[in-house]
């Protein structure tokens, strides 16, 4: 039983200090005021018994609030306010200087929260401590003094949460769609280096994988790039090896046809490939970031977007390639091929892909056995993409998706001065996302609830209604905070983004501010809890009829908020289903603090991403996919669903059963599987979650015991991309609770199981 301190480190519990901190401030009193050496004691007992009925570790200032509601309780009034002034002193001592404690448990690596802050980071490491010191400091003079009061106050209490603000001070975005072809066709600038165009495949691999490192540094969220951007250079090297083939042949006085020409050719543009690939799976693995991790970089894979047949085909060898390399994995420490966390892969589904006999349909096959094995790639359905944008895209990072070119055509121009603009086409690429703030709708329902004082639901829906729209504004607010920290940044401030083609090729000295209106850029609206939210509301599911009306209401009110602002204001809001990685347990504990243990809603260290169906539900991945789409088409500015699954390597046609029924009913989705593997004995099954001694949550091989998180590999989807360096209390009991949407054996015609299957 741990106790959370003021710096982020964790300590035993201990009554006896309970005790004498209540005994000091009986010491001040009068006799006649004073508790019994046996009521202090019951105290003592009591907040112990409290802290050991909460399945986490408590705040100590959540202690300490408790203290002083058991003295009040006890009627010892003059002690209470003793002791309320003694917090007050220590807390105005603390205030004058608030970065120097977290720094030190940095340094000393004893912050549980930043151990645990984000799963594809390792704390241990100087570089990684490096930036969450410079985070420690960002933060505290964002809080002091960039941000409004109220907007931090309500940030604190988790009623909303202000992502990143550990790089607010500085002028940075969120996440975006890299230009590439811009920056490999008509060159760029990386470290003051020149960089001209290419002259073969694997040196625009090489080229892109700088481009990744570059842009990584000067944000702080996902990018993406699409193979289809590497994909001429596949005929530039084509090219060059039809010469070298003719010189050869030449110089050996062999005559040869064109067929056996062309054969050497291809063999050598196929190994071409290989090494490519190769640089960018090793390169995006290996790199480090200023920030301390590798690339959060998403490859993009749409057939359709080749301009022509031949260029088709070459993507599709890319393809082919990138999925065999990524079903291979890459070797751990000891040599062992494991899953890697990135780069994240997305699929397209298409009509020339989703059916057998379709001339794609052996890529399908492959990226489901990618799937099986390695979790990735995700899909994208051509299909219902174009149904609910109009064009086909990828997301920025994992899930964070570009609302519809508009500025296009609206006569705006090439307003980024990108060479290889087009006009009339409508442009994803270049473009950005300028942040995020989300808002804790289980705070809302909670709220409305505790002041409507009542059972009846029409009074809790008319106070929830109020509320949200005060909270609205809160978050408009503070997203206007996010977009005014942009406006007059200069392009110098990030050349690789702003001057050499990433996004944009801006003067130096000129402002991107024309970049933030008018469609270019989005602004994200964030919501969290959706399922704990209706149910606190009408104690219904978003499974039942009447909780999904309600939460498909929910969502409906928060897309006329931010088309409101948008029309105000030209300034792209959108609707974002917040990932929630780490904050899903502090947005938990802030609830648990302010509304106490409310069975179905509190109760748990954690709190559901986005619109999702709660981890523990049970309920048939079709059902499950069917009903998120419902709600998917409500969240423009980002979303993703997924189904978890089992080890799905033996029963590859149901995988691709799945993998049609995204492409018929729902815009983005994954499968979830499992890719562990134990050092001390080469298990590589399913790494279980137990608690230990002390009631701690905790990774442990179920064949040999192993508990040492330094010699395993674990690696588990974390809403939207994988994660490899473990997790909070709070998604590790999401992690957890998670149940199968598919069966040991979902059977499906051809599946080989020998049963009759429908």
């Not at 062992?336 to 006999?357: C, M, Q, R, S, W």
């Not at 995020?436 to 709708?441: A, D, W």
């Not at 928060?558 to 959108?574: F, P, Q, V």
């Amino acid at each position: 039983m741990n106790i959370i301190k003021r710096d982020g480190s964790q300590a035993v519990f201990d009554a006896g200090k309970v005790a004498a901190a209540i005994r000091k401030a009986n010491a001040t009193v009068d006799d006649a005021d004073k508790l019994t050496e046996a009521r202090i004691d019951r105290i003592a007992d009591q907040i112990e018994q409290f802290a050991a009925a909460h399945d986490r570790a408590l705040g100590v200032e959540e202690v300490q609030d408790l203290v002083e509601t058991k003295i009040q309780e006890a009627g010892a009034h003059a002690v209470a306010k003793k002791y309320i002034t003694y917090r007050f002193i220590q807390s105005l001592k603390r205030q004058s200087n608030t970065t120097d404690g977290e720094i030190l448990t940095l340094i000393n690596c004893t912050n549980e929260e930043a151990k645990q802050e984000n799963a594809n980071k390792n704390p241990t490491i100087n570089s990684v401590q490096r930036d969450y010191m410079a985070g420690a400091v960002s933060k505290d003079v964002t809080k002091r003094i960039l941000l409004p009061e109220d907007v931090v106050q309500a940030h604190e209490a988790g009623i909303i949460h202000f992502h990143d603000m550990d790089y607010y001070a500085q002028r940075m975005h969120n996440c975006d769609l890299v230009n590439l072809e811009d920056m490999l066709q008509n060159g760029t600038v990386i470290s003051g280096t020149a960089i001209d165009r290419p002259h073969s495949f694997s040196t625009a691999c090489n080229i892109a994988t700088q481009i990744i490192a570059q842009v990584a540094s000067n944000q702080y969220g996902g990018q993406s790039i699409s193979l289809t951007h590497l994909a001429p250079f596949v005929q530039v090297s084509r090219e060059k090896f039809m010469e070298e083939v003719d010189d050869e042949f030449a110089q050996a006085g062999v005559k040869a046809t064109p067929e056996q020409k062309a054969q050497i050719v291809e063999r050598r543009v196929r190994d071409e490939i290989v090494r490519g690939v190769q640089t960018i799976q090793y390169q995006v693995v290996t790199l480090m970031t200023t920030n301390g991790q590798a690339p959060f970089i998403t490859v993009y894979m749409y057939l359709n977007e080749a301009r022509n047949e031949q260029e088709k085909k070459d993507l599709a060898m890319i393809i082919e390639e990138m999925l065999k390399q990524r079903i291979e994995g890459v070797k751990n420490e000891v040599g062992v091929y494991v899953t890697p966390a990135f780069p994240k892969l997305i699929y397209v589904l298409e009509e020339d892909n989703i059916e057998e006999g379709s001339p794609y349909w052996y890529l399908t096959e492959l990226a489901a056995k990618c799937t099986a094995k390695r979790m990735v790639p995700d899909y994208i359905s051509e299909k219902m993409m174009l149904e609910l944008k109009g064009d086909v895209y990828t997301c920025m990072g994992c899930r964070s998706f570009l609302t519809p070119d508009r500025f296009t055509d609206a006569g705006a121009g090439n307003i980024s001065k990108a060479k290889n603009y087009v006009p009339g086409k409508h442009r994803y690429y270049g473009r950005f996302n300028q942040g995020v703030v989300t808002v804790n709708l289980v705070d809302i329902a909670l709220s409305a609830v505790k002041a409507a004082g009542s059972v009846d639901q029409e009074a809790r829906l008319a106070k929830f209604w109020e509320i949200f729209w005060d909270r609205m504004e809160l978050c408009h607010k503070a997203l206007r905070c996010r977009h005014e920290r942009l406006l007059g940044t200069l392009s110098d401030a990030a050349p690789i983004l702003w001057q050499y083609g990433a996004l944009a090729r801006l003067e130096k000295g000129e402002k991107i501010d024309p970049l933030l209106y008018g469609g270019y850029s989005t602004i994200s609206l964030g919501y969290a809890g959706l399922w704990e939210c209706v149910y606190a509301l009408i104690g219904k599911k978003l499974t039942e009829f009447d909780g999904e009306a309600l939460g498909l209401d929910i969502m409906k009110g928060l897309n006329e908020a931010t088309a409101k602002w948008k029309k105000a204001e030209n300034i792209d809001y959108s609707i974002y289903g917040t990932p929630l990685e780490s904050t899903t347990y502090r947005f938990a504990k802030c609830l648990q603090e302010r509304f106490g243990i409310v069975p179905n809603i509190t109760d748990r260290n954690y709190i559901t991403n986005s619109y999702h169906v709660h981890v523990t539900e049970k309920i048939d991945a079709f059902d499950k996919l069917a009903l998120e789409s419902k709600f998917q088409k409500l969240s423009p500015g980002g979303a993703i669903s997924y189904v978890e699954v089992p080890n799905m390597q033996d029963n590859i046609p149901a995988v691709l059963s799945i993998m049609k029924f995204i492409y018929n009913h729902i815009m983005y989705a994954e499968l979830n599987s499992k890719s562990d593997y134990c050092q001390c004995c080469g298990f590589d099954g399913e790494i279980q979650i137990v608690k230990d001694d002390a009631g701690k949550l905790v990774w442990e091989c179920p064949n040999c015991g192993n508990r040492d998180q330094n010699k395993m590999n674990v690696a588990r989807r974390t809403c939207g991309y994988i994660g490899s360096q473990y997790w909070n209390q709070g998604r590790t009991q999401e992690i957890k609770e998670r149940v199968l949407h598919v069966s040991e054996h979902l059977h499906v015609p051809g599946c080989g199981c020998g049963r009759e299957c429908a």
